[in-house]
């Protein structure tokens, strides 16, 4: 009998979670943060026991014969399901090799987002551009969240990330490591992106999809940058925000 869509969707999902771990098995650290993500998650499968019971399978010092026992199941159902050309890219994407080069020295910090969503969109931006690091502040998710690792699609194992509770410690490290603070915000009379002075290494500060960042987190950055809207709205959805100013960071870096 066909599984339903959502069905068939979760095993999709925890698969590409398993191959996130196959991927980054010879780095320890990211290793042990896509194991995390991928137990947390089908944990959460009650609906599904034959997907939960994986979940007691995965250990953070585990072995690779263990990590067979975990996608050897989940291959097998997806075998029976009907691929398609975007699910075959996604799943080359997670087994290929990391193109070479040093990482775009640029660090995302994520104050108080609300939606998982957005943030699992902006770790599979960060990982298409390279980026560095990113750092999660206030209330924001992380990559331990379901809906973050459903929207990231295996991103949240290949970017390091690092939780903090408040956004102006994290802003006051990056300080005391020379590192340039730019806001992205919808400041008046601020620089578009593509215009704006990038220097390196640099953070790119995003805040709440609702409020944006306050003002005494813009009091302590050295820069804001804002996206020129020609609507009636007066800024992007967050994720897509980022997307347009991180090409934009790359592009500064390609070019220097």
Request: include cysteine.
């Amino acid at each position: 009998m066909k599984q339903p869509v959502t069905e068939r969707r979760a095993w999709q999902v925890a698969l590409r979670q398993a191959q996130a771990i196959e991927a980054a098995w010879n780095d320890p650290p990211v290793r042990q943060r896509a194991i995390l993500a991928c137990r947390h998650w089908l944990a959460q499968q009650d609906r599904l026991p034959h997907l939960h019971k994986l979940a007691a399978l995965l250990e953070p010092d585990m072995e690779r014969r263990q990590l067979g026992a975990v996608l050897a199941p989940l291959e097998r159902v997806a075998a029976q399901q009907r691929v398609t050309d975007v699910e075959i890219l996604e799943a080359d994407a997670l087994t290929a090799p990391i193109a070479g080069g040093p990482p775009l020295p640029l660090t995302v910090v994520v104050d108080c987002l609300r939606s998982a969503f957005n943030l699992g969109g902006i770790f599979r931006t960060a990982e298409c551009l390279g980026v560095a690091r990113i750092w999660l502040c206030g209330y924001t998710a992380d990559p331990s969240h379901a809906q973050v690792a459903q929207a990231a699609m295996g991103a949240e194992a290949l970017v390091p990330w690092q939780v903090w509770p408040r956004v102006t410690d994290a802003l006051e490290a990056l300080r005391a490591e020379g590192v340039v603070r730019v806001a992205l915000e919808t400041v008046r009379d601020a620089p578009d992106p593509a215009d704006y002075p990038w220097t390196f290494p640099c953070a790119l500060v995003l805040g709440n999809e609702r409020f944006g960042l306050d003002a005494a987190t813009l009091a302590q950055v050295d820069g804001v940058a804002r996206i020129p809207v020609h609507g009636r709205k007066n800024s992007l959805n967050v994720a897509a925000a980022f997307a347009v100013c991180g090409y934009a960071v790359r592009r500064a870096w390609d070019r220097r």
